[in-house]
T-cell receptor, first 114, second 114 residues
Framework: AQSVTQLDSHVSVSEGTPVLLRCNYSSSYSPSLFWYVQHPNKGLQLLLKYTSAATLVKGINGFEAEFKKSETSFHLTKPSAHMSDAAEYFCVVTPVGGYQKVTFGIGTKLQVIP | DAGVIQSPRHEVTEMGQEVTLRCKPISGHDYLFWYRQTMMRGLELLIYFNNNVPIDDSGMPEDRFSAKMPNASFSTLKIQPSEPRDSAVYFC????????????FGQGTRLTVV
């Protein structure tokens, strides 16, 4: 069995301040982990992915995430928020080689205040 | 490549009518996924295909839903008869290569059943 928990449904930050979006997972298998971003009325775009290589993963638009097996976490961070980062972010877990068991988190809406 | 193309972008239909959603995956991708997104349930994987063959349809909510992939460049998701609770955004996604390759999403079809 596997699950993913996004700990905050809404996060609000000021422009230029750090972003932290939290994700915890559970999986009976070695997981692959992804973060997707969805801007209003748009499809989902991949930000970054972890697939059992380096534990610190860098993605697009300055985002990065660190896989911490001991904490079963895959939190998404960015040093300085930009207005264009306002969107909804989804944490996704699948077992390595097992896309049929893909599980999406409920999503975190990021608001960036000018 | 134009990415994953879905049509229509918006669909409003009356309860009891048949609805057909269409998807053109990225050329060369051998996996195709159908997702449904609602406020209550978030993103749910409905069904996925590999090389045009349905692999896992356990996410399809009931017999009113059916999906086909007659060739590598086209898939349909059909709801017959439609009900108001089917109102959601339906996403198609495709991926290529190994199972760990990220999925590329279409813009989605917003379905409203009245």
């Amino acid at each position: 069995a596997q699950s993913v928990t996004q700990l905050d449904s809404h996060v609000s930050v000021s422009e230029g301040t750090p972003v932290l979006l939290r994700c915890n997972y559970s999986s009976s298998y070695s997981p692959s982990l992804f973060w997707y971003v969805q801007h209003p009325n748009k499809g989902l775009q991949l930000l970054l992915k972890y697939t059992s290589a380096a534990t610190l993963v860098k993605g697009i638009n300055g985002f990065e995430a660190e896989f911490k097996k001991s904490e079963t976490s895959f939190h998404l961070t960015k040093p300085s928020a930009h207005m264009s980062d306002a969107a909804e972010y989804f944490c996704v877990v699948t077992p390595v080689g097992g896309y049929q068991k893909v599980t999406f988190g409920i999503g975190t809406k990021l608001q960036v205040i000018p | 490549d134009a990415g994953v193309i879905q049509s229509p972008r918006h669909e409003v239909t009356e309860m009891g009518q048949e609805v057909t959603l269409r998807c053109k995956p990225i050329s060369g991708h051998d996996y195709l996924f159908w997702y449904r997104q609602t406020m209550m349930r978030g993103l749910e994987l409905l069904i996925y295909f590999n090389n045009n063959v349905p692999i896992d349809d356990s996410g399809m909510p009931e017999d009113r839903f059916s999906a086909k992939m007659p060739n590598a460049s086209f898939s349909t998701l059909k709801i017959q008869p439609s009900e108001p609770r089917d109102s959601a955004v339906y996403f198609c996604a495709s991926s290529g290569g190994s199972m760990n390759t990220e999925a590329f999403f279409g813009q989605g079809t917003r379905l409203t059943v009245v």
